[in-house]
T-cell receptor, first 114, second 111 residues
Framework: GAGVSQSPSNKVTEKGKDVELRCDPI?????LYWYRQSLGQGLEFLIY????????KSGLPSDRFSAERTGGSVSTLTIQRTQQEDSAVYLC????????????FGDGTRLSIL | GQQVMQIPQYQHVQEGEDFTTYCNSS?????IQWYKQRPGGHPVFLIQ?????EVKKQKRLTFQFGEAKKNSSLHITATQTTDVGTYFC???????????FGQGTRLTINP
């Protein structure tokens, strides 16, 4: 597709379960970002991938959060042993400019932890 | 840590009134970007400013980048109901790899 694709669009799960969120960036975009947005709040940076460089994980809130990007394209954000405070919209963005260029966002995954 | 501060957090106006949101950084920025997020939507890139003192216009929207490249503003003239949403600035700190987003200004409009 032409834009950033995220799946699932909605995810409801029980506290303590693991979840995987997927992001398929725009073809040719080397930079990929994950953000978290709680209701009515700003964007909380989680992690940044750029090409084959080591990812910038400085925004991950705990060791329950991890992400990988395979083949420089699709990325998966994994949250282990989910907690209620993990409930939020998780947004993925990609950019063809590796150093702070305009970002194109997906529609996000709305995660609800019961 | 390095932050980009954005004010006000909320702004409610009557349709037809003007609106301005301000973005400030404690460190020099390589560029500043502005995004708009409609209710229930995702942020959409509006514009990027790179040069000191740069001013760009998009119809009723005017974007400015300060002379010192530490602040920026977005001004909307004669707001319309379609302008409703949250406006985010995002700055690239010099020497850093990623953008730092402001907390956003949520604009609501009374028709």
């Amino acid at each position: 597709g032409a834009g950033v694709s995220q799946s699932p669009s909605n995810k409801v799960t029980e506290k303590g379960k693991d979840v995987e969120l997927r992001c398929d960036p725009i073809s040719g975009h080397t930079a990929l970002y994950w953000y978290r947005q709680s209701l009515g709040q700003g964007l909380e940076f989680l992690i940044y991938f750029q090409g084959n460089s080591a990812p910038d994980k400085s925004g991950l809130p705990s060791d329950r959060f991890s992400a990988e990007r395979t083949g420089g394209s699709v990325s998966t954000l994994t949250i282990q042993r989910t907690q209620q405070e993990d409930s939020a919209v998780y947004l993925c963005a990609s950019s063809k400019d590796p150093v702070g260029g305009p970002q194109h966002f997906g529609d996000g995954t709305r995660l609800s932890i019961l | 840590g390095q932050q980009v501060m954005q004010i006000p957090q909320y702004q409610h106006v009557q349709e037809g009134e003007d609106f301005t949101t301000y973005c400030n950084s404690s460190t020099t920025l390589s560029n500043i970007q502005w995004y708009k997020q409609r209710p229930g939507g995702h942020p959409v890139f509006l514009i990027q400013l790179v040069k000191s003192g740069e001013v760009k216009k998009q119809k009723r929207l005017t974007f400015q980048f300060g002379e010192a490249k530490k602040n920026s503003s977005l001004h909307i003239t004669a707001t319309q109901t379609t302008d409703v949403g949250t406006y985010f600035c995002a700055g690239k700190i010099q020497g850093a790899q990623k953008l730092v987003f402001g907390q956003g200004t949520r604009l609501t409009i009374n028709p």
